[in-house]
């Protein structure tokens, strides 16, 4: 070996600047994420978080794979994130509504069939917004011996007491309140 091979060996590499390895590898990354984006809408968005990582990530870029290499796999990392991110928010959706429409299903004539369709579950979401502005739409009297029964879970009993009312003022009440409820779902 001769001494300049020598040197050449001893000497690091020098880094390409950030801006090169970006001017030269975007076409390539755009194509990279484009086949793997599942909304074309979102290709973008992938693009510029994957360049702002890689800016700010590139000072811990060894050199021991290609720089577009590198820059994909930060664009694989970050579509990978945004799609468990997506399905996490989906499953947290579809539970807090499901769970209204399970309550919506239990004795009050709805279907107890599961309902999966997004349009199904606005339908009900909308149905309970109903009947809720149906609630305050009570008597005072009514809502509060409601409220007592079914939110506090107090026993008919328990109730009477607490508004000093017969027994049978409270469960008139709470018939009359079901009755205006019960309407507003076959509505």
Not at 53 to 63: C, D, L, V
Not at 115 to 138: G, H, K, M
């Amino acid at each position: 070996m001769t001494s300049n091979t020598l040197e050449k060996l001893e000497q690091p590499e020098k880094k390409e600047s950030i801006d090169s390895v970006i001017k030269n590898s975007s076409v390539y990354l755009r194509r990279f994420i484009s086949k793997r984006a599942k909304n074309k809408c979102d290709i973008d968005d992938f693009m510029q978080a994957t360049l702002l990582e890689a800016i700010r990530s590139y000072h811990n870029f060894r050199g021991d794979s290609q720089a577009k290499t590198w820059l994909c796999g930060i664009a694989y990392n970050i579509i990978r994130n945004s799609i468990k991110r997506q399905e996490k928010d989906l499953s947290v959706f579809s539970e807090e509504y499901s769970e209204s429409i399970d309550y919506l299903s239990s004795d009050n004539g709805i279907s107890s069939q599961r309902v999966q369709d997004p349009a199904d579950i606005i339908e009900c979401n909308e149905l309970i917004d109903n009947v809720c502005d149906r609630y305050e739409a009570l008597p005072e009297k009514m809502q509060g011996v409601f409220n007592s029964l079914v939110v506090e879970g107090k026993s008919y009993q328990d109730t009477a007491d607490q508004f000093n009312v017969p027994l049978g003022t409270i469960r008139s009440r709470m018939a009359n309140a079901r009755k205006i409820l019960r309407q507003e779902l076959k509505a």
